[in-house]
């Protein structure tokens, strides 16, 4: 499985930005798919994830009502659409994937539940 994300850049608070992420190597419907992100010095934190579907989406609190995550299994993608940026939410996101789906993917999804893990990209807000 190979996971390549884009869409990252330089943005002022308040601006939006939407992340890609294409996914190969696999059948895409097989997997539950999401966004992490990590600041400079801070652990890797969780931001959204979706099922094989796309009807069940979860997101941590400090985006929700803000960001939106979505698949579209035709393109074999997964996006993540961020609105009113803040200069909290500058860190390198991380596309993730994966089979298994535990208790933990639908109520508390840790990077340990994510099987596959993108290169990451950059996203900085400025205030």
């Known amino acids: 499985v190979q996971l390549q994300a884009s869409g990252g850049g330089l943005v002022q608070a308040g601006d939006s930005l939407r992340l890609s992420c294409a996914f190969s190597g696999a059948t895409f419907t097989n997997y539950g798919v999401g966004w992490f992100r990590q600041a400079p010095g801070k652990e890797r934190e969780f931001v959204a994830r979706?099922?094989?579907?796309?009807?069940?989406?979860y997101y941590a609190d400090a985006v929700k009502g803000r960001f939106t995550v979505s698949r579209d299994n035709a393109k074999r993608s997964v996006y993540l659409q961020m609105n009113s940026l803040k200069p909290e939410d500058t860190a390198v996101y991380y596309c993730?994937?994966?089979?298994?789906?535990?208790?933990?993917?639908?109520?508390?999804?840790?990077?340990?539940?994510?099987?596959?893990w993108g290169q990451g990209t950059q996203v900085t807000v400025s205030s």
């Open positions: 993730v994937a994966t089979t298994y789906s535990s208790t933990e993917f639908y109520t508390n999804p840790r990077p340990h539940n994510f099987t596959h």
């Open positions: 979706t099922t094989w579907n796309g009807a069940s989406k």
